[in-house]
């Protein structure tokens, strides 16, 4: 069974940073493209970033340049997202997913698995 677990979300003041976490289980997701995407209200769920299986390759979303960055360690099963100055803008829930396809890393609906999302929250 694959679980995806989301973790360092927080409230942060706005120009600090926050790290997050997903910790990945489940052999089909060794081999997937990971990614983040995140959600606040009233708005659909958005594309963060992306990295791909062997981590050679990562994918962002223009507004996020520069300021976030994706990573993973194949050891640990994990994926990262390091965020950087933060805005009030950035407040939303966090969400971990794994794309088996490994393309296409900004279309929603090729992630498979999911986690429960991790709430960050940036105040001005």
């Known amino acids: 069974q694959v679980q995806l677990v989301e973790s360092g979300g927080g409230a942060v003041q706005a120009g600090g940073s926050l790290r997050l976490s997903c910790a990945a289980s489940?052999?089909?997701?060794?081999?997937?493209?990971m990614g983040w995407f995140r959600e606040d209200a009233g708005n659909e769920r958005e594309f963060v970033a992306a990295i791909s299986q062997s981590g050679d390759s990562t994918v962002y979303a223009d507004s996020l340049k520069g300021r976030f960055t994706i990573t993973r360690d194949k050891d640990k099963n994990t994926v990262y997202l390091q965020m950087n100055s933060l805005r009030p803008e950035d407040t939303a829930v966090y969400y971990c997913a794994a794309n088996r396809f490994n393309s296409d890393y900004t279309v929603r609906t090729l992630y498979e698995y999911w986690g429960q999302g991790t709430q960050v929250t940036v105040s001005s």
């Open positions: 489940g052999r089909a997701v060794a081999s997937a493209a």
